[in-house]
């Protein structure tokens, strides 16, 4: 009994002193220091949980990301809310401001013009998943504009391109531009190899050498159905896709499991078909130029006199 006296008492002196002039400012310091410190402890529990579902379910990130961003806005609303509300300056003041109709109209006006149409852009994107957390996609008619999403805030949305670099996108932008998403479905991509050969060249040989170039790429997915491979159509579909000045235009459809293979598909089979068509014979036109200088000209002049 004792004991508990001596710990009541002195938890009665603690809280009067925090309410004088001087103790104000430490218990909002201590309450500050709370709100950060729970904080990090759900965005950690939070993080356990996720680890630990993921390895039982596919768990999606984006939402986890969102939810994680969220979590903590509203520690640190409380936390700054209950601060303001132990000074009694700042409490007169935010309730006089939040009294007035029209100046919270005022404020939720800009809210919804910046902070929060961001906001509400990244709660539906976490709900209709145009895209999430490590997709590849490109937005905007921009195509240096593609990379992998790494992460989705509240306010915006960290795009992680092939360089390592990193755009950082207001939710409400991104919303509104057009996404080719390369993860969306089905991670199966096909890749056009084009190539334009002269009008001389035998169209057959070239297209049998692209086949078969294609054909030996280990990245090459072969994606036909039974019915297709009944029919005989082969795996590598190669056609006439039209004529300019000076080229006959040649396509390959091949087949790869995701983007980064068909990228490096794409270069390696450039490379390779290049090569037999300079073997082989195969002529990749090039425009020709014949360049007369002006003291030639002037040459020419006087030999004709």
Avoid at 16 to 34: A, D, H, Y
Avoid at 106 to 111: K, S
Avoid at 169 to 182: F, Q, T
Avoid at 239 to 253: E, K, Q, T, Y
Wanted: charged content about 25%; hydrophobic content about 45%; glycine content about 6%.
């Amino acid at each position: 009994m004792a004991f508990l006296e001596i710990i009541t008492g002195f938890a009665t002196q603690v809280s009067g002193f925090l309410q004088t002039g001087l103790g104000k400012p430490i218990l909002i310091i201590i309450i500050l220091i709370s709100a950060l410190i729970i904080e990090r402890i759900v965005r950690k529990l939070l993080h356990k949980s996720f680890e630990k579902s993921s390895k039982f379910i596919k768990v999606d990130h984006t939402q986890y990301a969102v939810l994680k961003h969220i979590t903590s806005a509203v520690i640190y609303m409380v936390g700054i809310g209950v601060a303001i509300f132990m000074i009694p300056a700042l409490k007169t003041l935010s309730i006089s401001l939040f009294a007035g109709a029209g100046v919270l109209a005022i404020v939720i006006g800009f809210a919804s013009q910046t902070a929060f149409s961001n906001i509400v852009s990244g709660i539906f994107i976490a709900i209709f998943k145009p895209f999430r957390v490590g997709d590849t996609i490109q937005f905007g008619s921009n195509s240096d504009k593609r990379g992998t999403i790494e992460d989705i805030t509240l306010r915006h949305t960290v795009i992680r391109n092939f360089e390592n670099k990193r755009f950082v996108v207001p939710n409400s932008i991104i919303s509104n531009e057009i996404i080719e998403n390369y993860n969306l479905g089905d991670d199966k991509i096909c890749r056009f190899v084009e190539f334009g050969i002269s009008y001389d060249s035998d169209i057959d040989k070239a297209m049998k050498i692209m086949r078969s170039e294609a054909m030996k790429h280990p990245h090459l997915l072969d994606n036909r159905k039974k019915e297709e491979k009944d029919k005989g159509i082969p795996a590598v579909v190669i056609r006439v896709i039209g004529f300019s000045d000076s080229s006959v235009n040649l396509r390959a459809w091949v087949w790869t499991k995701d983007p980064p293979s068909a990228y490096e598909l794409g270069c390696d089979l450039n490379k390779s078909i290049k090569e037999r068509f300079d073997k082989e014979g195969i002529e990749i036109p090039f425009p020709y130029r014949t360049i007369v200088y002006k003291d030639q000209i002037n040459r020419g002049k006087r030999f004709r006199k």
